[in-house]
């Protein structure tokens, strides 16, 4: 175990990168995708099971902890590690992207930004050096600078004000972060699909200093083939010896095309959420398992694969489930989904390691178009 | 193993009973309480997790299983227990309860009853030969006759006139169970609360002669103070080497209580359906965790139990979960209950073994009342 936050860069392959990020929590190994646990709970999954699946780091959602349970009281419950019972790193956002999707009257000031809590109304106001004094609160390993993030489509001047304005935030962040030993404090790329500004945002992050970037203003609508480009575009712009996140990405495929242009960490509710209502992602590509034909189809998620929420239960099974509406439905799909995702990621590290990541890019697309097959 | 369905009284003290229901699909420790699968899945839990809190046996509902995923779609998927992945005995209710409190447009008659779906308004006819027919299919270790349930209050002429026609079912449902060497038919005593009744229904049912009884038609609304008295005066014209099941019972002190009067086997969905709505059932009473006092409360469920259930998580935690309507909540509660529930039941167990049931009574019961001033 280390007292420090680091990264080390361990292989790449291509523009692939295999690394880990090593924390006091725990090591995370990259690339890696990170199970959101919006409001301390990854939705319908035990922690026992999250990490089981080979998951090193989960996500918090400051915005959502912020209002209930609240960040002092987390604090004084022992922090977030402690309340949930997940002893590994916990990343937090900043809370701003949720204040802007979730939240009522928001208003949006150089200071920060004022909401009303979407749950009962109250007032709240989230600036950078509240968001950075919440996940501190948290306790949260990997704490997110205060961003504005531009919706798709935006005007380049939409784009570069809230670039600016995300790098003033960014200074205040980092100031605000302070020394914390073992924890990371990462900046966040804005810049909308606008390559110039792109770069003018990575360059002022760095010169501010992170132990990690992201690249922010993301899949909100611009389609795979523009976040694809924005990243090619972005990355290069970006330290070689930090992690490098992409925020609320993605779909198994995005995933894999992006750590293909050199992405380390992800997050995305799309596991569990699709999880919920139905959906399966599997090496065979995507089920809908509400679909009459698996109604008596014995076979299991992925006959091929090891773990229990993939091989255990037969389609026929969950379909009931889901079908009836069971719990036990929902339990099932966001496990067998996270467990997936993981297995996916797993696959892309061995892959780089042994320097034929493009081998398994091919292998694992005609793979999922098998599965249409079926 | 075995290859038949027997029942050894193993123990008594006062009236309360300690036995073993053998089975091929494994032994039934008695008192035993069967948590309910209702459509396949003990809500909201892992089978896994069912057995290891010590359930020997699961139900399973006729009513709901025959029309969703069907009892010979459950055949053809290879039964029941193959589907679910629960390998241990399972006991399935006729389905006539639950088409007299959920089905559409009842109609009953001598030959039995028809009815419309309440999912999609389909057709269906429940007779005690086709309700026997759909547990074999199932594949149901326990098979219950097809009764009729009268609730409360009846009049005397409403329950004696159930009460014949249920042995009279109870005839034709001992023909068609037939011979299935290892699974065991129960009758059903019914009458109402009227004492001559239940002893005419018992003599009856013996007289045709099953594998176990059970008492139904309580826990309909007559209160604990009458249902008590209905199983003291129905207990005794039982044999007393065979199983006595108190069927759709009940809260903690219900099972105590009547245990005390001879009862060997309980099913509810009180701890599942409890634990959905935010209720602990615990060693120190039943907790209402939405209740603003747990929002800080460090402690576990039951700070004394050995159980993750009931040891691992917060009250502040799950009380969070259940507020911010986490399904995890409903995970954790509907956990806990069961494991409350069998730790209570193995409790029993001991005591009867021990001769020292009435002070295990007194200390349970005096466990309870301490919890209310916490």
Same sequence: chains 1, 2.
Avoid at 191 to 202: F, K, T
Avoid at 225 to 242: F, G, N, R, S, Y
Wanted: with cysteine.
């Amino acid at each position: 175990m280390t007292d420090t936050f680091s990264f080390d860069l361990l292989k790449t392959d291509g523009v692939a990168r295999r690394g880990v990020v090593k924390t006091p929590r725990g090591n995370i190994q990259t690339p890696a995708f990170m199970p959101v646990g919006t409001q301390g709970t990854v939705k319908a999954l035990y922690m026992d099971q999250v990490k089981e699946t080979g998951a090193d780091i989960i996500l918090g959602n400051t915005y959502h902890l912020m209002l209930r349970p609240g960040a002092e009281r987390v604090a004084k419950l022992g922090g977030l590690h402690d309340l949930i019972k997940w002893d590994g790193p916990i990343l937090t956002d900043s809370g701003g992207f949720q204040v802007m999707s979730l939240a009522k009257l928001r208003k949006l000031t150089e200071h920060g930004v004022t909401f009303q809590s979407h749950i009962d109304g109250s007032k709240h106001e989230l600036t950078p050096e509240r968001s950075m004094e919440i996940q501190r609160l948290l306790g949260s390993t990997i704490q997110m600078q205060l961003d504005e993030c531009v919706g798709f489509p935006h005007t380049r001047d939409d784009a570069k004000r809230a670039m600016e304005l995300s790098l003033r935030w960014a200074q205040r962040s980092r100031t605000a972060f302070g020394d914390q030993p073992g924890h990371g404090c990462f900046g966040i790329v804005q810049g909308g699909i606008q390559e110039d500004l792109r770069e003018q945002s990575a360059k002022g992050l760095i010169e501010i200093g992170f132990e990690g970037y992201a690249i922010g203003g993301l899949a909100v609508g611009e389609g795979q083939e523009l976040m694809l480009q924005t990243i090619e575009v972005t990355a290069p712009h970006l330290p070689t010896d930090k992690p490098r996140y992409l925020m609320g990405v993605g779909t198994p495929e995005d995933l894999l095309l992006s750590v293909e242009r050199g992405i380390d960490m992800f997050d995305c509710v799309m596991p569990t959420r699709s999880g919920r209502h139905g959906q399966a992602f599997t090496r065979f590509g995507k089920l809908n398992i509400r679909n009459a034909k698996h109604a008596e189809d014995l076979r299991p998620l992925d006959e091929t694969s090891n773990h229990p929420a993939l091989n255990k239960y037969s389609r026929a099974y969950i379909h009931h489930l889901v079908r009836a509406n069971e719990i036990l439905g929902m339990m099932l799909l966001s496990w067998a989904n996270i467990a997936y995702y993981q297995e996916l990621m797993a696959g892309m590290r061995s892959a780089i390691e042994a320097g034929n990541f493009q081998n398994f890019k091919q292998q694992t697309i005609s793979d999922w178009q098998k599965g249409k097959t079926q």
